[in-house]
């Protein structure tokens, strides 16, 4: 919404239908250029002659098939065009509330839940990012941003940010019906407003030219 605010057009490509209507309801009314296919990534079938100048992904990169993504990345921006990517890591959270939903969120994925929050994990993650950007051989990285904020959120927008999460949309329906209402009934416990802290990594890359596949 931010990048339609300044008056650049906008085509999305999202996953879940529900995220997908809400974007559509929000920047009609704020009469933005806008346009929303539903759809994975790796499936969707951009218009003919279809090109842009910018991509950008919010924490949902690494969920995309890696033979893809990249590669459809590169073909789908103009010369000298611009791939960021963004993450939010390891939410310290000061409320062992929010810590056994994600507890019992990240069960589901063993990896997660064994990694800790530490700044050595968070390095390790960004150092593997660095390293899948630049092996693809598509991009090379321009910026680097690192940096950590405390936002103090209303529970309920935070509970229907936590049902938008890649890590809980990727679950099979049977799981996502059984995670949540386990986490409705975690939340009723929860203030009004929940104190966080969130890590934020953002990769600037740009597209590699012919010449440097040569």
């Known amino acids: 919404m931010q990048f339609a605010k300044r008056g650049f057009p ?22 933005y250029n806008v346009k929303v296919d539903v759809s994975s990534f790796e499936d969707w079938k951009p218009p003919e002659y279809f090109e842009c100048s910018f991509i950008f992904s919010a924490t949902a990169f690494h969920w995309l ?13 103009r010369d000298n065009g611009y791939l960021v990517l963004l993450w939010n890591d390891a939410h310290d959270w000061y409320n062992p509330i929010l810590q056994e939903a994600y507890r019992r969120l990240f069960s589901y994925y063993p990896d997660k839940l064994n990694n800790s929050n530490s700044n050595t994990v968070k390095t ?9 950007i630049i092996e693809s051989g598509y991009f090379e990285i321009v910026d680097f941003l690192n940096y950590k904020w405390f936002p103090n959120e209303k529970k309920d927008i935070f509970t229907k940010a ?15 019906h059984k995670l949540s209402a386990e986490i409705y009934d975690l939340f ?27």
Not at 10 to 31: P, Q, R, T
Not at 65 to 77: A, M, S
Not at 124 to 132: L, Q, T
Not at 162 to 176: A, W
Request: glycine share 2%; aromatic share 6%.
């Open 10 to 31: 906008v085509h999305c490509v999202e996953l879940g239908k529900n995220l997908a209507d809400l974007l559509i309801e929000k920047s009609a009314k704020a009469k």
């Open 65 to 77: 098939d890696i033979d893809i993504k990249y590669k459809k990345c590169h073909n789908l921006l």
């Open 124 to 132: 390790e993650k960004n150092e593997s990012r660095r390293n899948e």
């Open 162 to 176: 936590f049902f938008t999460q890649s890590s809980f949309l990727s679950l099979e329906k049977s799981q996502q």
């Open 188 to 214: 009723k416990e929860l203030d009004d407003e929940i104190k966080t802290e969130v890590h934020t990594s953002v990769f600037i890359t740009k597209k590699l030219g012919r010449d440097n596949f040569l």
